[in-house]
C-alpha cells in the first residue's frame, strides 16, 4: 500500500504541476531503504506482521546489490537527463531510484518498460488526433509518472 501511495502522489503531482516535491521522494527513500535494510537485519517473515499490508509487493528474501541493481535504471534516467539538458525530467530518474529500492531489479525493470510503452502509445495518439483536428501536437509533453499508475497496481500486489 505505501509502494501504491508513492505511486499515485508522484504521479498526481508530475501530471498536475509538472514536477514531484522533493519531500515526496525524500520521505519514501528513506521509508523504502529503512524497510529493505529492517527487513534484512530482522528476517521475518512480511505475510505475518501486524503492517503487512502496507508492504505488499516489496522484494524480500533478495540481496541488497540486487535491490540498488534496481536502483541502477533511475541511475541511467538521471544521466540521460544531464546530457539532454533537461529533455527528460531528473524526478524520473529519482522516481526509479526510490522504486527500485523496493521492487528490485525485475519488477522495476517491467514498471518502466511498460510505461514507456504506455507513454509511446498516448503520444501516438495525441499526434494522430492532433493530425485529424489540424493541430500540431509534435511539441506536446506528456507526463511519463502518469504511465506508471497501470502496472503499479499489479506489482504492489493487490
Known sequence: MSFILYVVMAAWQDGRKR???????L????????SQICQ?????????MPAAFWYQGMAVGT?????????LIGVVLLIISKCSGGALGEGDGIFFV?????LGFW???L?????????????????????MAGKDYRKKKLPFLVFTLPLSVYLAGL
Open 19 to 25: 514536477a514531484v516535491s522533493g519531500w515526496v521522494f
Open 27 to 34: 520521505f519514501f527513500f528513506v521509508h523504502f531503504l529503512t
Open 40 to 48: 534484512k537485519v530482522f528476517p521475518v517473515n512480511m505475510d505475518q
Open 63 to 71: 540481496k541488497m546489490s540486487f535491490l540498488w541493481m534496481g536502483s
Open 98 to 102: 526510490i522504486t527500485g529500492i523496493y
Open 107 to 109: 519488477k522495476n525493470m
Open 111 to 131: 514498471l518502466f518498460f511498460s510505461a514507456l510503452l504506455f507513454s509511446s502509445f498516448s503520444g501516438l495518439v495525441f499526434l494522430l488526433w492532433g493530425r
